[in-house]
């Protein structure tokens, strides 16, 4: 199994500590005036999404995790699990229970790709694309000249997320959703 010294620390790397596989969130080396060099390295657990911050001497080294990213369609859910499809062809398929899912569930859209990764060959965690594109199902109508400077209004999307919207937003338009942050780009032509 590979393993990565404190000098190939990087944010995004993914490295088993005490068993469980992590990813490293903030890699800082430190040069004190006295003593020896240190990383004070903050740390994701995949599994329990619990942060930890450790610090590893200079010349220390982790396990690298066996753990895979893919990209998957998401195909449907049964109410218990998330069915995910590879899209390399092999039309694979794997459960995600909503441990997995968490957040991701409110920009999840049949059909989209997803980055899934697998730890043991199950999906550990979910991760949506930067933005997505959904359709407002319900928001109250936008009355013309209702404001000068432009208020907001909360609208529900096809998944059942709410997003504050400006008020020229209508029902059945699609929208550009930042996942990052949950809020509103841009309305989507339709073509």
Known sequence: MASYST?????????????EPCVILENEFVKPGKGQ???RVKLRNLNSGR????????GESLEAADVVDKEME?????????HFMLTDGSYE???????????TINWLK????????LYNNAPITVSPPNFVELEVV????GLKGDTAQGGSKPATLST???VKVPLFVNQGEILKIDTRTGDYVSRVSNK
């Not at 000098?7 to 068993?19: A, I, M, P, Q, Y």
């Not at 794997?94 to 441990?99: G, H, I, L």
């Open 93 to 103: 398929q794997y459960a995600a229970d909503k441990k997995a899912v968490g957040d």
């Open 7 to 19: 000098n190939e620390f990087r944010s995004g790397l993914k490295v088993l500590l005490e068993n």
């Open 51 to 58: 942060v930890w911050e450790r610090t590893f001497k200079s």
């Open 110 to 117: 049949e059909q989209d790709v997803y980055e899934v990764t």
């Open 160 to 162: 059942g997320a709410v």
């Open 138 to 141: 319900e928001t109250d109508p």
């Open 74 to 82: 998401y195909l449907y859910t049964d109410g218990e699990f998330w």
């Open 37 to 39: 060099a240190f990383n």
